[in-house]
């Protein structure tokens, strides 16, 4: 397999990992985390509440401290590494990404769900205006056909968006989904493609594989998997893999192994497995981060955590519908 565009690796760790901590990460975990990836050489690496600048909510799960002394603490520690912020426009504000800038942090993924890129061009003017690096985040790309993905990616590279991503959050993409879907972005934009996977089909670094032969050049993952739902495609793997595979990276792949086993194993919660929650997410199209939502109303309500999870694939329920986990369980438990 070959590709003529520099792949570049980005760690979600710190943020979509955040989910999966319940978003209780502290300082001093934060820079041994962002020590050892920018010791990896890790290129890219994204540290924010797991829903993003402001995420720290009723709504999403409030975060142990402020974020903005999680993102001073990664620069501190980050070295040659960028580090990055998500920001959901209507989370997050203007003035968030302005203090996270202000504190060092240089690429800013402005993440809207598939079908509501035009919500996002002014906070990507507003990262071009502050010098960083802007990527677009196409949330629950399985939920849209890559006709239709198309067209709101353009309005994200028309805002200038520098790469756009067809991000997999339900983790719900088949190989062949992936395909069509980069190569449709791939033929009809100049910016670069990025490829973001969940592994609740076991399928996180094969279809980045797939998403970065059709020309996906930003790929992202998390050490041991940290991240919502069955996690990401898991980063020290997909780095061994390329490394096999001749593709440059730039990543330090004994270092990677290293930083996953030492540093970020030690604080897993739970295991990153691909268990029965985790499977139904991913065969019924269901955002990740329900995940622990679901189950703490499952609990709380005495029903079935996967037959909450079900129903809100088929409720169609999108990030930002938090509320509708709770409805939901209610409802069951009233039937
Ligand atoms: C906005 C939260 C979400 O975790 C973003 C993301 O990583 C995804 O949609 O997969
Ligand atoms: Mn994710």
Request: aromatic share 4%.
């Amino acid at each position: 397999m070959t590709t003529n565009r520099k792949i570049t690796l980005v760690d979600v760790s710190l943020r979509d990992g955040s989910h999966a901590v319940r978003h209780q990460f502290t300082s001093e975990q934060v820079g041994e985390v962002a020590a050892a990836l920018a010791n990896a050489k890790v290129p890219v690496f994204e540290v924010t509440h797991g829903d993003g600048l402001g995420g720290s909510s009723l709504q999403f799960g409030f975060s142990k401290e402020p974020e903005l002394n999680w993102i001073r603490t990664a620069v501190e520690k980050a070295g040659e590494s960028s580090v990055s912020v998500l920001l959901l426009p209507g989370v997050g504000t203007q003035e968030e990404l302005r203090r996270a800038r202000e504190v060092g942090a240089s690429v800013v993924r402005v993440a809207t769900h598939c079908t509501e890129a035009d919500i996002a061009p002014q906070h990507i003017a507003m990262g071009k205006e502050l010098g960083m690096t802007v990527c677009g985040f196409l949330m629950m790309s399985h939920m849209i056909t890559s006709s239709d993905l198309v067209k709101q990616a353009r309005i994200l590279e028309d805002a200038g968006a520098d790469v756009v991503y067809v991000v997999d959050s339900a983790g719900a993409l088949l190989p062949d989904q992936v395909r069509d879907r980069v190569r449709a972005l791939r033929e009809s934009l100049t910016c670069e493609v990025g490829f973001h996977g969940h592994n609740n089909l076991g399928l996180g670094v094969a279809n980045t594989l797939v998403a970065m032969e059709e020309g996906a050049s930003w790929l992202d993952g998390s050490l041991c998997s940290l991240g919502a739902g069955a996690g990401n495609t898991q980063l020290e793997v997909l780095v061994a893999v390329l490394d096999r595979m001749g593709v440059e990276t730039g990543v330090d792949l004994y270092a990677a192994m290293d930083a996953a086993e030492e540093v970020v194993k030690p604080l897993l919660p739970r295991p990153i497995v691909i268990d029965r929650d985790a499977l139904v997410i991913g065969y019924a199209g269901v955002y990740s981060t329900f995940l622990l939502h679901a189950r703490r109303a499952a609990e709380k309500f005495g029903v079935e955590s996967r037959d909450i999870l079900i129903e809100l694939g088929r409720r169609k329920a999108v990030g930002g519908q938090e509320d509708q986990i709770i409805r939901v369980a209610y409802e069951l438990a009233h039937q």
